[in-house]
């Protein structure tokens, strides 16, 4: 960290608007989490929104559609060449879309996926440095199909002059990239930005960019749109000074906040992965998200997902739906939209359901002591592919979901990604390979859950130190990771002496 003391812009708080109120049953964890204690319009909003809550994630989906390839900033961590890593992880260029190209495709999307609830711009660019194409698909979208949410993603530095459009189209969700709140820090990460069509550099920009956010995020609170932040975490650079960040925004209103670790491979020709600023470990992330989590709503299930991402996050179906693929004629919407409606409809049943059983998917601690308070926690991986359970078979798995059992409960601690151990018959990715880098992704987890493992993988991990586990196979994830908790704790396996409880308090 730069040595010299910074200054911290922070715009004083002027709104406290509705979705800025403490959080409820929250302590520490991701409040998106448990939605219960929450007022009722809130949780009207974010109930299937698979972003803005850890329940929705496991049932409903969304899509991206990369209308905006212009940007007004730039920040150390991208390559144009790539998608706006804000909101988004490198990899191939999106297929830039034109508003009727975008409009149309979200309608495909929504038929062709029924648990699709939102549609969100997040670049390639940045949303509103492109704002007529931006607003031209939003309206589009809205006068098809009012039901779909929309949701939008921007660096922050445009924001103050669109948030009456965005309130009058109806958007509800909007997302902000801080990463700092000290111009010293901000020019450290962003070296330039576009500013009244001259180039402003260094500690000048990033002062005027921190002040357009905090003024954006002000103005979409007291309009009650609920904000999440997103923030990267650049070690040496910003990760200390996030708390600060989380301070602010949750003072100003924001709803969650979401830190994203660096992507800063080489190859992606970025300032930083050319420079060899490393991305956080897990555990650094990890330990971030606790410190911020004291204040805040922490976001733990991000994907990263790309600008034109379609489908449940972790998946991404947007291949199935690019333009030379979809079907340009026109659709019976009204079909459409009937579909749509019985098969959220159905999920939404079947959500109450389980909470009325007292056993909802949570990623907040759970109102269910299980031990003493000398029983250690258990890191524990999940393959699944949607719904809640525990329904995918290891081969197929191309992430883990990782929940932490404690005596006070099961939390949702994030995702691993995997290399695919099955990809058919015919196509055999080098397995041992595959397996050493699936236990080096999961290396701190005792338990793998699945629906069902070979025998080779399960005498790799079983070595390794996880203990794989088809005997939950469709049942609701945070059951069945409590269920062999316990068992492990009938065991005598979580045990800790006194000294380990101390270093894990
Ligand atoms: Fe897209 Fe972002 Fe809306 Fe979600 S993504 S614009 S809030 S609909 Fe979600 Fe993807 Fe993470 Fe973004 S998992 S990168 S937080
Ligand atoms: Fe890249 Fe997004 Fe930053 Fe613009 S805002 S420079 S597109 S990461």
């Not at 029924?114 to 940045?126: L, R, Y």
């Not at 059983?357 to 890191?379: I, K, N």
């Not at 493992?453 to 790799?460: D, L, R």
Request: charged share 25%.
């Amino acid at each position: 960290m730069d040595p010299k003391p910074h200054r911290i812009i922070e715009i004083p708080v002027t709104v406290q608007g509705g979705c800025s109120n403490p959080k409820p049953s929250a302590g520490s964890g991701c409040g998106t989490g448990q939605n219960g204690g929450l007022p009722a319009h809130i949780q009207a909003k974010i109930q299937d929104h698979p972003c803005y809550s850890e329940e929705a994630h496991h049932h409903f989906a969304r899509m991206h559609l990369a209308v905006a390839p212009a940007c007004n900033i730039q920040c150390h961590y991208c390559n144009r060449k790539y998608d706006c890593s804000n909101e988004s992880r490198p990899g191939v260029v999106s297929e830039v879309l034109k508003p009727a190209q975008a409009i149309h495709k979200a309608l495909t999307v929504a038929a062709g996926i029924p648990e699709m609830t939102v549609v969100g711009i997040a670049g390639p660019g940045d949303a509103l440095a492109n704002p007529t194409r931006t607003f031209a698909t939003f309206r589009g979208i809205r006068e098809q199909d009012p039901g779909i949410k929309l949701c939008l993603s921007t660096n922050g530095l445009a924001l103050p002059q669109h948030v009456d459009e965005l309130v009058a189209l109806g958007v509800d969700h909007v997302t902000i990239t801080i990463n700092s709140i000290d111009p010293e820090i901000g020019a450290r990460i962003h070296p330039w930005i576009l500013w009244e069509r001259r180039r402003v550099f260094g500690r000048e920009g990033a002062e005027i960019l921190i002040r357009q956010q905090q003024k954006g995020l002000e103005m979409l609170v007291e309009q009650g749109v609920l904000v999440k932040v997103n923030s990267v975490m650049i070690p040496d650079i910003n990760d200390r000074h996030l708390k600060e960040v989380s301070r602010m925004v949750k003072e100003k209103g924001a709803f969650l906040h979401n830190v994203m670790p660096l992507i800063s491979d080489p190859a992606h020709g970025t300032y930083f992965g050319l420079n060899g600023r490393r991305g956080p470990t897990e555990a650094e992330l990890s330990a971030l998200r606790d410190e911020c989590g004291g204040n805040m709503n922490m976001m733990r299930h991000c994907r990263q997902c790309r600008a034109d991402a379609v489908g449940m996050l972790g998946e991404d179906r947007g291949e199935e739906f690019s333009l030379e693929r979809i079907d340009q004629a026109p659709l019976n919407y009204d079909v459409v939209r009937e579909r749509r409606d019985q098969v959220q409809a159905s999920i939404r049943e079947r959500m109450a359901a389980r909470k009325r059983q007292g056993d909802t998917v949570t990623s907040m601690p759970s109102a269910r002591p299980v031990a003493h308070q000398t029983t250690r926690p258990v890191l524990m991986a999940v393959a699944t592919k949607g719904g809640g359970l525990v329904n995918q078979h290891f081969g197929y798995a191309r992430e883990f979901l990782i929940y932490k059992a404690t005596p006070e409960g099961v939390r949702f601690e994030g995702h691993r990604r995997a290399d695919l151990y099955c990809s058919g018959p015919d196509a055999c990715n080098d397995r041992t390979q595959v397996l050493a880098s699936t236990v080096r992704a999961l290396e701190d987890c005792e338990v793998l859950l699945c629906a069902r493992i070979g025998i080779e993988p399960w005498s790799v991990l079983e070595a390794a130190g996880i203990m794989p586990n088809g005997e939950h196979a469709m049942a609701p994830i945070e059951d069945a990771v409590m269920a062999v908790y316990r068992e492990m704790m009938a065991a005598g396996r979580l045990d800790m002496s006194e000294r380990e409880a101390i270093q894990c308090a």
